[in-house]
């Protein structure tokens, strides 16, 4: 794998396409990346963060943030991608928001490239939770969710305010951490404060 960056600061693995993948619907002489045989290619590997084309997005749509991708290996290893509400097109990655189960999924029918997910190629489309390994464009992500059990951007001061409603924590839906000892949704794989990966 020979993974450059394109003029418009695209990832692409140049054994792969001659072009940059993502600049093909708008190539013009700036943008073109063509790739001729024993051109050496400069690659910027400075750590100065960068601004991800999804964050510019969000710039210009006012959604929230529901999560983050960052990075763990790879070129971009220290930096981090926001996620926001409705549809995140990450590379050419398609990660939506499902409002109705609150989770961040892959939709792989609408991307073209081959996207792992802790170490399992992915067929078809599949949610993401907490602490998932993702890796595409050989750069290895983790999966940040800010949208989880007791949070909700719908419901103001969620975290510090105990309303009328709240009802006492129900034990028996629940599992103990081995490592850090916190209470946590039979729902989850992973500890939502230490991250520790249940063993089924």
Same mark, same amino acid.
């Given at each position: 794998?020979?993974?450059?960056?394109?003029?418009?600061?695209?990832?692409?693995?140049? *054994?792969?396409?001659?072009?940059?993948?993502?600049?093909?619907? $708008? @190539?013009?002489?700036? #943008?073109?990346?063509?790739?001729?045989? !024993?051109?050496?290619?400069?690659?910027? !590997?400075?750590?100065?963060?960068?601004? =991800?084309?999804? #964050?510019? !997005?969000?710039?210009?749509?006012?959604?929230?943030?529901?999560?983050?991708?960052?990075? @763990?290996?790879?070129?971009?290893?220290?930096?981090? @991608?926001?996620?926001?509400?409705?549809?995140?097109? /990450?590379?050419?990655?398609?990660?939506?928001? *499902?409002? &109705?189960?609150?989770?961040?999924?892959? +939709?792989?029918?609408?991307?073209?490239?081959?996207?792992?997910?802790?170490?399992?190629?992915? &067929?078809?489309?599949?949610?993401?939770?907490? =602490?998932?390994?993702?890796?595409?464009?050989?750069?290895?992500?983790?999966?940040?969710?800010?949208?989880?059990?007791?949070?909700?951007?719908?419901?103001?001061? /969620?975290?510090?305010?105990? *309303? $009328? *409603?709240?009802? &006492?924590?129900?034990?028996?839906?629940?599992?103990?951490?081995?490592?850090?000892?916190?209470?946590?949704?039979? +729902?989850?794989?992973?500890?939502?404060?230490?991250?520790?990966?249940?063993?089924?």
């Amino acid at each position: 794998m020979n993974v450059v960056r394109c003029e418009n600061g695209h990832f692409y693995d140049a *054994d792969v396409f001659k072009i940059c993948p993502h600049c093909k619907s $708008s @190539i013009n002489a700036k #943008t073109e990346c063509l790739l001729m045989p !024993n051109m050496d290619i400069k690659q910027d !590997n400075s750590m100065e963060p960068s601004v =991800h084309p999804n #964050t510019e !997005n969000y710039k210009l749509e006012k959604r929230l943030v529901v999560g983050w991708l960052v990075a @763990i290996d790879g070129i971009l290893y220290g930096d981090f @991608i926001p996620l926001y509400e409705g549809e995140n097109d /990450v590379d050419g990655v398609m990660l939506k928001y *499902d409002p &109705s189960m609150k989770k961040v999924f892959i +939709d792989v029918q609408n991307t073209g490239v081959r996207v792992d997910l802790d170490a399992r190629t992915l &067929s078809e489309n599949t949610y993401i939770h907490h =602490h998932n390994r993702i890796r595409f464009y050989g750069n290895t992500y983790v999966f940040i969710e800010l949208i989880r059990e007791g949070f909700d951007w719908r419901r103001k001061n /969620v975290i510090q305010t105990i *309303d $009328s *409603d709240v009802k &006492s924590v129900d034990i028996e839906n629940k599992w103990k951490c081995i490592i850090c000892g916190s209470m946590v949704s039979n +729902d989850e794989i992973y500890c939502t404060t230490c991250g520790y990966k249940r063993e089924e």
